[in-house]
């Protein structure tokens, strides 16, 4: 098919928003051309439409990534993907100014590119021109989240809710932004919405434990990251999660054993191992706490916590000098007040008075 009958095709389905149809025809393009990126853009909106956002996030990576191998030089001299996408969008939204699916399309795509100011332009246009089109409020209210206004996040997300109560993405999103603000009651709701709309979704489970823990409820959280594991247990985080409500409720083997497998799931998850040096060294369990301190520093040199433990377990091996050097160099990284006098008493307890 020519540029031109393949693009008359795109705009004619942008126009009438079948975004099904669009995800098809940009399928069936990138097949014959692998390398146009409108092609690849079309994909994108389809699958955001569809709720598929793996291969949204796929094909906006194979879109930007350069190819490997490139060097900087013949990097520069490709043409970046970014004006050819624009062009394409405004074109439609130019001819068809009064044009909702034309708006949305341009706002899609330049929240693609990076230029979040103006994909918010559009998609207030395009709900002035349909106010009845969910999608249209959910994109901007991802937008405005995207660029931390999530006061007004949440009325387009809410909005959203009330067109389409019945897609567990909205509630999803509404909830998070709920609880980024703190708003606990209503995140929690928002979740348990979403859970009775698809009760197989992880990632709602997941979400109420969090909130849950956040209010101090560890035993309905633990309900939620159980599910959350059993859901889709090759989730490092939600073991580690469950793992840490296990540990605040004082069930410590049970704590111990989620951060195990959080680790053998991930194994460069510094925070568990660091997490299990502690519960360890609190055990009297020296060794043990020395060696998993040592692979939360192996993973991550800055975290001031894993510093402090690995001093202490190395002070409780009577390795002074090692132990000193640690724990200064925890000193020196950690930020928090409590914490800092934590390691200064460590220090003064055997004559170190200069940190």
């Known amino acids: 098919m020519k540029n031109a009958d393949y ?115 559009e998609y207030k246009d395009s709900t002035r021109l349909d106010s009845g089109d969910a999608h249209t409020r959910y994109f901007h209210g991802q937008a405005l989240h995207a660029l931390d206004r999530v006061d007004m996040a949440i009325r387009e997300y809410r909005e959203a809710v009330k067109l389409a109560p019945q897609d567990i993405r909205m509630r999803l999103n509404l909830g998070s932004a709920y609880y980024e603000q703190g708003i606990l009651e209503s995140a929690i709701a928002q979740y348990r919405e979403a859970i009775k709309l698809d009760p197989s979704e992880p990632f709602a489970h997941y979400n109420l434990g969090v909130a849950l823990a956040d209010q101090g409820r560890f035993a309905p959280a633990i309900a939620a990251y159980k599910e959350a594991a059993r859901l889709n247990p090759q989730d490092a985080l939600v073991h580690y999660a469950l793992a840490g409500s296990y540990e605040t409720s004082s069930r410590l083997n049970d704590a111990i054993a989620e951060y195990e497998t959080a680790i053998r799931l991930a194994p460069a998850l510094a925070a568990a191992h660091s997490k299990l040096g502690w519960i360890y060294y ?48 925890a000193y020196a990284k950690e930020e928090r007040e409590d914490k800092k006098r934590a390691i200064r008493g460590a220090l003064v307890k055997v004559g170190v008075f200069d940190c």
């Open 282 to 329: 609190r055990y009297n369990k020296v060794p043990q706490a020395l060696d998993a301190f040592e692979k939360a520093i192996q993973h991550d040199p800055e975290d001031a916590q894993s510093l402090h433990g690995l001093g202490l377990a190395k002070l409780a091996m009577r390795k002074e000098d090692e132990a000193v050097a640690l724990l200064k160099q």
């Open 7 to 121: 693009h008359r095709q795109a705009r004619d389905l942008i126009l009438e928003k079948k975004w099904g149809p669009l995800l098809d025809v940009g399928r069936a393009r990138v097949q014959a051309v692998p390398e146009d990126p409108i092609a690849r853009l079309l994909i994108i909106a389809g699958s955001l439409f569809k709720g598929d956002y793996r291969e949204a996030h796929e094909q906006h990576d194979r879109l930007f990534a350069p190819p490997a191998g490139d060097s900087p030089a013949m990097q520069d001299e490709q043409q970046d993907p970014r004006t050819v996408l624009r062009a394409f969008a405004e074109q439609i939204a130019n001819e068809h100014p009064e044009n909702a699916g034309a708006r949305l399309f341009l706002g899609i795509t330049l929240t693609q590119i990076g230029d979040l100011e103006g994909a918010l332009r």
